[in-house]
């Protein structure tokens, strides 16, 4: 693995996300390593609980853009496209995020910097999220160009507040996620360590049995709820809003005048230029 490392002691896996000169950014590459290393430290008969983290400053910026937008792969293609080698290659992508939720071993992620979009999904397929209270968290490609593949967002909000959410793909700090009851807790970034241990030296003594038992009982009532399938429709719709008319537009905004203009227009509010809905396409606003 080059872009994930593990590191096991005293019953307790680190699983760290290590792209940091990149904000720990997906490349196509990162969640199977991520997989990878989930099923290590399930296989691994020491490990109790694992702890999830990025290394630097960020915890995850989502897909590397850079790559994905300008790279070959199948997700983003020229038109016309392939709807089913797009969501095959992304629930290859969801799956193993989710192998965090399936795993039987209990799952705290240790949030120190900014998980954002893809980011997002990684973050929130963890048991249990602890947070600096100044790192944002949000799925800005709700905006355009993107869905929440693993939609956790509903599950751990709730209808109106996942809308909220997604209607507007705002970042939200530590501390308002905590209110929304996104995240377990919010606490400044200098007692996040110490808040993660004091949780994991809790966790850690309990028999791997139990802890997987009380997982399990948990997860099933959200699997029972359809969780899978809103996960088929969430993967399915990330490559129609990519290759959407105004997911085209974005991508070729972005061409012509780089990615973070194109994202500061977007998030701006006003229509994408070359959009249906565009300053040149003739309709109001």
């Known amino acids: 693995?080059?872009?994930?490392?593990?590191?096991?002691?005293?019953?307790?896996?680190?699983i760290t996300l290590n792209r940091p000169e990149k904000f720990n950014a997906i490349t196509e590459r990162m969640p199977g390593e991520l997989r990878e290393a989930v099923e290590q430290a399930t296989k691994d008969d020491s490990v109790h609980v694992i702890?999830?983290?990025?290394?630097?400053?960020?915890?995850?910026?989502?897909?590397?853009?850079?790559?994905?937008?300008?790279?070959?792969?199948?997700?983003?293609?020229?038109m016309p496209w392939d709807a089913m080698v797009d969501y095959q290659f992304m629930q290859r992508c969801t799956d193993s995020f989710m192998s965090l939720w399936r795993c039987p071993k209990p799952v705290v992620a240790k949030v120190q910097g900014d998980a954002v979009a893809g980011g997002s999904d990684i973050a929130l397929c963890a048991d249990i999220i602890l947070m600096n209270e100044d790192a944002r968290i949000g799925y800005p490609p709700a905006r355009v160009w993107g869905c929440p593949t693993t939609a956790m967002w509903v599950y751990r909000?709730?209808?109106?507040?996942?809308?909220?959410?997604?209607?507007?793909?705002?970042?939200?700090?530590?501390?308002?996620?905590e209110r929304m009851g996104l995240v377990l807790q919010a606490v400044p970034l200098d007692q996040l360590d110490d808040t993660v241990k004091s949780l994991v030296e809790r966790i850690k003594g309990i028999p791997r049995n139990q802890l997987a038992m009380s997982k399990m009982l948990v997860n099933q009532a959200y699997e029972n709820m359809g969780l899978a399938g809103t996960q088929t429709l969430a993967t399915l719709f990330d490559g129609f809003a990519r290759h959407s008319p105004e997911g085209v537009a974005f991508k070729a905004r972005a061409e012509d005048v780089g990615f973070k203009q194109a994202v500061a227009e977007r998030d701006s509010g006003e229509p994408i230029p070359g959009s249906k809905t565009g300053p040149e396409s003739g309709q109001q606003k």
């Open 51 to 78: 702890v999830l983290t990025g290394a630097g400053r960020g915890f995850c910026g989502g897909y590397d853009l850079n790559v994905f937008a300008e790279g070959d792969n199948p997700a983003i293609q020229d």
């Open 1 to 14: 693995m080059n872009e994930i490392t593990i590191e096991i002691d005293d019953r307790v896996a680190t």
């Open 157 to 177: 909000l709730g209808a109106e507040r996942a809308k909220r959410m997604l209607f507007t793909g705002d970042l939200i700090t530590g501390r308002e996620a």
